[in-house]
């Protein structure tokens, strides 16, 4: 049973334009997300990050917006440059305990912002 | 600065073979954890430490062990490599799971014939 939900394996947009990548998860346990970014040969780079008390997180570029009462997420890029492709990655932590440490991905999805 | 450094970074086994992926941090970081990617499966925790001498599961355990001697090291073995563990293996360090995120590595292409 998969938690978290990345249903678009790929965006395509042009540059300039909004990318608007979506999340959904299952658990309501979830309290903390997170974005990655994720270059073809390389490790995935922290991007932007939420807790679950806060409904809108924005930096520079990047805004990631959470809607609790629909279990979904998503990650605003304003405006899209050709460097911002990449796979781009949800994750999400459970709170208390052991399960701090632990992060739950989604499958990811590719975008493509054309020139 | 080194972050997170991952060796190697390809590597082909013969099926049965054994073998260390090694991961070293120079961040002091106390969270350490090991992931791989699939095709189309994201990426899923092998195993994870919460600081020297502590490790656990996560979700893809079997047919793994690790270790954690010191702050800086986390070694992954593969005990008796299957083609199903080819993969690429992501190592991760972190001072907590919330702020900043994890910190990853740049992965070890592993592929096992």
């Known amino acids: 049973d998969q938690q978290v939900k990345q249903n678009s394996p790929s965006l395509s947009v042009q540059e300039g334009r909004i990318s608007i990548l979506n999340c959904d998860y299952t658990?309501?346990?979830?309290?903390?997300f997170l974005w990655y970014k994720k270059y073809p040969a390389e490790g995935p780079t922290f991007l932007i990050s939420?807790?679950?008390?806060?409904d809108k997180n924005e930096d520079g570029r990047f805004t990631v917006f959470l809607n609790k009462s629909a279990k979904h997420l998503s990650l605003h890029i304003v405006p899209s440059q050709p460097g911002d492709s990449a796979v781009y990655f949800c994750a999400a932590s459970l709170r208390g305990g052991g399960s701090n440490y632990k992060l739950t991905f989604g499958k990811g999805t590719l975008l493509t912002v054309n020139p | 600065n080194a972050g997170v450094t991952q060796t190697p970074k390809f590597q082909v086994l013969k099926t049965g073979q054994s073998m260390t992926l090694q991961c070293a941090q120079d961040m002091n970081h106390e969270y350490m954890s090991w992931y791989r990617q699939d095709p189309g499966m994201g990426l899923r925790l092998i195993h994870y430490s919460v600081g020297a001498g502590i490790t656990d599961q996560g979700e893809v355990p079997n047919g793994y062990n690790v270790s954690r001697s010191t702050t800086e090291d986390f070694p992954l073995r593969l005990l008796s490599a299957a083609p199903s563990q080819t993969s690429v293996y992501f190592c991760?360090?972190?001072?907590?799971?919330?702020?900043?995120?994890?910190?990853f590595g740049s992965g070890t292409r592993l592929t096992v014939v």
């Open positions: 939420i807790s679950s008390i806060k």
């Open positions: 658990n309501s346990m979830f309290d903390y």
């Open positions: 991760a360090s972190s001072y907590s799971r919330g702020r900043g995120g994890y910190t």
